[in-house]
Antibody, heavy 122, light 106 residues
Framework: EVQLVESGGALVQPGTSLRLSCAAS????????MHWVRQAPGKGLEWVSG????????GYADSVKGRFTISRDNAKKSLYLQMNSLRGEDTALYYC???????????????WGQGTLVTVSS | EIVMTQSPATLSVSPGERATLSCRAS??????LAWYQQKPGQTPRLLIY???TRAAGIPDRFSGSGSGTEFTLTISSLQSEDFAVYYC????????FGPGTKVEIK
């Protein structure tokens, strides 16, 4: 059974940093590209970042480019999101999502974690 | 960056009626479009991928159509469990979600 479990969410002040983690199990982790998707309270879904299985291809939404860094450790079957210079508009539930294939493009999200909540407020 | 739009923002439908949701892309996606359903407090559920292929376990009252820049999700006869928010997702160039269509009870 595919499982994705996010952790690391917290209440933090603007301008600070936070690192999210996603522990994967039940599938061949290093084969699949992985993504972070967020959802602000009461708002829609927003793709944040994605990374290929071998970490050679990485993409970011314009809203987080230069502030967030995605990475993965295939040996630990874990995905990470390092978030720096956090802003109030980064407040959201952050989901880890697996895509349905190995190449970074042309695959939809087929499994989602339950999310971890990040609140940026003074 | 590909921009996705959805219409209408809210759709009021009576149970048993047909619902038609639209999704438009700012550039051609081919068939690289998926539809998700999300209910309050739940994670998104994949309904359709490849613009028209139903995901496993999805009832056949859900159907998708379109290609290029214009896509449609049709729910042929709304059931009580179908009232939710629906998002389209393009996966032709990284990823972009549409803003969503809320399907509410009329």
């Amino acid at each position: 059974e595919v499982q994705l479990v996010e952790s690391g969410g917290a209440l933090v002040q603007p301008g600070t940093s936070l690192r999210l983690s996603c522990a994967a199990s039940g599938f061949n982790f290093d084969y699949y590209a992985m993504h972070w998707v967020r959802q602000a309270p009461g708002k829609g879904l927003e793709w944040v970042s994605g990374i290929s299985g071998n970490s050679k291809s990485i993409g970011y939404a314009d809203s987080v480019k230069g502030r967030f860094t995605i990475s993965r450790d295939n040996a630990k079957k874990s995905l990470y999101l390092q978030m720096n210079s956090l802003r109030g508009e980064d407040t959201a539930l952050y989901y880890c999502a697996r895509q349905s294939g190995t190449a970074v493009l042309h695959y939809y999200f087929d499994y989602w974690g339950q999310g971890t909540l990040v609140t940026v407020s003074s | 960056e590909i921009v996705m739009t959805q219409s209408p923002a809210t759709l009021s439908v009576s149970p048993g009626e047909r619902a038609t949701l639209s999704c438009r892309a700012s550039q051609s996606l081919g068939s690289n479009l998926a539809w998700y359903q999300q209910k309050p407090g739940q994670t998104p559920r994949l309904l359709i991928y490849g613009a028209s292929t139903r995901a496993a376990g999805i009832p056949d009252r859900f159907s998708g159509s379109g290609s290029g820049t214009e896509f449609t999700l049709t729910i042929s006869s709304l059931q009580s469990e179908d009232f939710a928010v629906y998002y389209c997702l393009q996966y032709n160039a990284w990823r972009t979600f549409g803003p969503g269509t809320k399907v509410e009870i009329k």
